[in-house]
């Protein structure tokens, strides 16, 4: 089952703009990760947020969780023509034996025109 | 090297084919995963292997046969599958003790179309 939901599903910007991208999901959380993803291609780890944070930033990204909300959103500023990717948040939990469980949301497809 | 390898890149098979995919990381990860994913939705996890077992089976069917040979190493075998099956099939790997907060790195994955 789909942990997280993205909002909104499509964002068209222009280059230089910022785009704001929403997730919530439902269950409680040790972190909660962004990833993004070229025209199906694989996916590449952005950021991690961890339950007890609320604010995270990392180059042009700024993340945000509010755990009361079960949400957090993501923050691209001054967007450029290269950031144009679909962008999937995903709850961790882990599942023993060594290893974890990411559960992704829908993904939000970000274009952004030069 | 934070590269993971998947091949093929693309795979076309009948329906009563067998084949298989492979992926490979030098990282030095004991955790290994596969995902399907479906045009225009997000990746749903199949399987993990955590120090060369298997430890979650996502009620995937049985035409769909992972195996762990090394821990480098993952394959997928495939056999009579289904038209909708057809999807991109995703490796992933993390690291040894599989903390949640361990980056998942993905490969590119294998684009499989089943006719």
């Known amino acids: 089952s789909q942990q997280g939901e993205e909002d909104p599903q499509a964002l068209s910007i222009q280059e230089g703009e910022n785009a704001t991208m929403n997730c919530s999901y439902k269950?409680?959380?040790?972190?909660l990760q962004w990833y993004r993803q070229n025209s199906g291609r694989g996916l590449v780890h952005l950021i991690l947020?961890?339950?007890?944070?609320r604010e995270k930033h990392s180059g042009r990204l700024r993340v945000t969780l509010d755990t009361s909300k079960k949400s957090s959103s993501l923050l691209i500023t001054a967007s450029r023509a290269a950031d144009t990717a679909s962008y999937f948040c995903?709850?961790?939990?882990?599942?023993?034996?060594?290893?974890?469980?990411?559960?992704f949301g829908k993904g939000t497809k970000l274009s952004v025109i030069p | 090297d934070t590269e993971v390898t998947q091949t093929p890149k693309h795979l076309v098979m009948g329906m009563t084919n067998k084949k298989s995919l492979k992926c490979e990381q030098h990282?030095?990860?004991?955790?290994m995963y596969w995902y399907k994913q479906k045009a225009k939705k997000p990746p749903e996890l199949m399987f993990v292997?955590?120090?060369?077992?298997?430890?979650i089976n996502e009620s995937v069917p049985s035409r769909f046969s992972p195996e762990c040979p090394n821990s480098s190493l993952l394959n997928l075998h495939l056999h009579a599958l289904q038209p909708e099956d057809s999807a991109l099939y995703l490796c992933?790997?993390?690291?040894?003790?599989?903390?949640?907060?361990?980056?998942?790195?993905f490969g590119p994955g294998t684009r499989l179309t089943v006719l």
């Open positions: 992933a790997s993390s690291q040894a003790g599989g903390r949640s907060t361990d980056t998942q790195y």
């Open positions: 269950t409680s959380i040790n972190n």
């Open positions: 947020i961890r339950s007890n944070e």
């Open positions: 995903a709850t961790a939990a882990n599942i023993g034996a060594g290893s974890y469980q990411l559960t």
């Open positions: 990282m030095g990860h004991r955790a």
């Open positions: 292997y955590s120090y060369e077992k298997l430890s």
